[in-house]
């Protein structure tokens, strides 16, 4: 995680790489607050903009092998982003392609 530049780039198997913004990471928290649970929609979806302190990313950590906890500047930090969601999030032209 770049924090100046608020870029975090993971490089994957086979070399692809996918770069990812703050801002980017922030709408896609998974955790039951932002995303809601048992059918009730999470803060994510009732909010239209974010203050600045919740798109930055204070810092990252490896969960296991199979996440990463990432922690904005806000406080926020109980969204486990699992390296099969980061995939999926990649925005880079090659994906855009291949995902529909
Ligand atoms: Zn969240
Ligand atoms: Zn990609």
């Given at each position: 995680?770049d924090?100046e530049r608020?870029v975090?780039?993971?490089?994957?198997?086979?070399?692809?790489?996918?770069?990812?913004?703050?801002?980017?990471?922030?709408?896609?928290?998974?955790?039951?607050?932002?995303?809601?649970?048992?059918?009730?929609?999470?803060?994510?979806?009732?909010?239209?903009?974010?203050?600045?302190?919740?798109?930055?990313?204070?810092?990252?950590?490896?969960?296991?092998?199979?996440?990463?906890?990432?922690?904005?500047?806000?406080?926020?930090?109980?969204?486990?982003?699992?390296?099969?969601?980061?995939?999926?999030?990649?925005?880079?032209?090659?994906?855009?392609?291949?995902?529909?």
């Amino acid at each position: 995680m770049d924090r100046e530049r608020q870029v975090m780039e993971i490089e994957w198997e086979g070399g692809h790489r996918s770069t990812y913004s703050g801002e980017q990471l922030r709408w896609a928290c998974p955790c039951a607050e932002c995303r809601g649970e048992a059918g009730a929609p999470g803060r994510l979806a009732r909010v239209k903009t974010l203050a600045p302190e919740e798109l930055r990313v204070q810092d990252v950590s490896l969960i296991g092998q199979y996440a990463l906890q990432i922690a904005f500047q806000s406080g926020h930090a109980t969204g486990l982003y699992t390296f099969s969601l980061l995939r999926s999030l990649c925005a880079c032209g090659e994906c855009a392609r291949t995902r529909n």
